[in-house]
């Protein structure tokens, strides 16, 4: 293979690493946003089952109230029809202890169902906690993780600089400026393989001399329609095959 189309291969491969790294750091920030909204969805959950549940407590406080103020209304009631003169005051005061006693059934129903549903928000409040402590351990794992991926990648950096200017220093003035030119030009891809007869970027079809030329790669040859210097990878040669005839018995 040509040396200079060689280095630019190997010059593709780090620039394309690098901007793989870079976009990767880049990236960054929006993933710790996402972790984050994460961990708020899960702490909004708990927040309204909490809540919820309070609201429920208070609710059962106020008809508990109301209980209480309708049974000293029945002790009263009950304490006239002892003091009643005549039969018309009588069931006047027994319409009354019936009807206390109504709404205090009533109160008691409504109570009974405050409290099953408070079992259900109790427990709702429970799971919320524990979705939340569960997704607080996985988040502080991503973090940890992704912390140690940045590392890598910042070192990756590093090293595909150190490699890249050396590859740089063996490369012909002419191949560099041509690299460089396409690499602008065609959004950090300046180096591309051909195969069957077509870039593999652009897709358009090249001219059979030119894609011959490709198919030794001993020169520097740019796609007529992106620009791109091509070159072409062999075709891996099939495994051979490891039977073995049997002998004749």
Not at 132 to 140: D, H, N, P, R
Not at 146 to 175: C, N, Q
Not at 189 to 207: E, F, K, Q, S
Not at 221 to 243: F, G, K, M, T, W
Request: hydrophobic content about 45%; some cysteine; aromatic content about 2%.
């Amino acid at each position: 293979m040509n040396a200079d189309l060689e280095r630019l291969i190997a010059l593709q491969k780090l620039v394309s690493a690098a901007h793989d790294a870079e976009r990767r750091l880049a990236d960054e920030p929006e993933r710790q946003k996402a972790l984050e909204g994460r961990l708020e969805t899960a702490r909004r959950r708990l927040a309204t089952d909490k809540e919820r549940l309070a609201e429920n407590q208070n609710a059962r406080r106020a008809v508990e109230k109301d209980v209480a103020m309708h049974q000293g209304r029945l002790s009263k009631f009950r304490e006239q029809a002892m003091a009643v003169k005549t039969n018309q005051e009588y069931h006047a005061v027994q319409k009354e202890i019936g009807f206390a006693q109504g709404e205090i059934k009533t109160i008691e129903d409504k109570i009974l169902e405050l409290m099953v549903e408070a079992d259900d928000l109790t427990a709702a409040v429970k799971r919320a906690e524990a979705e939340l402590a569960s997704e607080q351990k996985t988040v502080e794992a991503e973090r940890r993780a992704m912390a140690t991926e940045l590392e890598a990648m910042k070192s990756s950096l590093e090293r595909i600089a150190a490699e890249r200017a050396e590859v740089v220093r063996a490369l012909s003035a002419k191949a560099l400026a041509i690299f460089e030119l396409v690499l602008r030009r065609r959004n950090g891809v300046a180096v591309a393989p051909a195969r069957d007869g077509i870039c593999t970027v652009c897709h358009v079809r090249l001219r059979p001399q030119v894609f011959n030329t490709i198919l030794r790669n001993d020169q520097i040859i740019q796609c007529d329609s992106c620009q791109r210097i091509l070159y072409h990878v062999p075709a891996a040669a099939p495994a051979a095959s490891s039977s073995v005839p049997q002998s004749a018995q």
